[in-house]
């Protein structure tokens, strides 16, 4: 907190707080100093550039990389470009070249995912209808012999209708005669 004058202007710092404030701003300069050495480092030997590896590398936390947009603009702009490529032979590896890695593998592995989902179904089916023909509760193996029965019942039933209707009509008609003899009969034997 800062007192103010009778005139209304901040009043000067005392001797110990302008000591507190300067060994603040040594420290925070020898900070700065280890990060802008660990970056240069990180940048000369290609290794992977982050926050949180500079930070830890530098023996500082991540807030005061956040807190100097200077040297977060370095690192960004330092994980952004291809690293030192040295004695290495062949193309460069870049961050969007990782990027694309990643992107593929991710693919890859949902369509893995998709294929495997797809054969633990068919195997589950498979040991399924194995499990039901064992059990002797599936569909016997000779499904061809009783189609052949089925389609012989089925035929035997339609014509033992047929033989149905014919003798119903064959009843109703010597019911009918029965009904015309029986009528024929009490007509003649009836007093005039």
């Known amino acids: 907190m800062t007192t103010r004058t009778p005139a209304g202007r901040p009043a000067p710092p005392s ?9 603040r701003q040594a420290d925070s300069a020898r900070r700065r100093q280890r990060v802008i050495a660990v970056l240069n480092r990180a940048a000369a030997s290609g290794t992977e550039i982050t926050v949180a590896q500079i930070a830890r590398a530098a023996g500082v936390d991540r807030t005061f990389l956040y807190r100097h947009r200077d040297l977060l603009t370095q690192l960004h702009a330092l994980e952004a470009s291809p690293p030192a490529t040295g004695s ?9 070249s990782l990027q694309a890695d990643l992107l593929a593998a991710g693919e890859r592995a949902i369509r893995l995912s998709s294929r495997v989902r797809q054969l633990e179904q068919r195997l589950s089916e498979a040991l ?3 499990a039901w023909h064992e059990s ?7 499904t061809a012999a009783l189609d052949q029965k089925i389609t012989h019942l089925e035929q035997q039933a339609i014509d033992l209708r047929l033989q149905l209707e014919e003798r119903d009509q064959d009843l109703a008609a010597a019911r009918a005669a029965n009904r015309e003899l ?11």
């Open 15 to 23: 001797p110990r707080t302008e000591a507190m404030m300067k060994g």
């Open 128 to 130: 399924g209808e194995q």
């Open 182 to 192: 029986m009528a024929q009969l009490n007509t003649a034997t009836r007093p005039r």
């Open 136 to 142: 002797g509760l599936g569909i016997p193996a000779d």
């Open 88 to 96: 290495r032979a062949g193309p460069a590896v870049t961050r969007a």
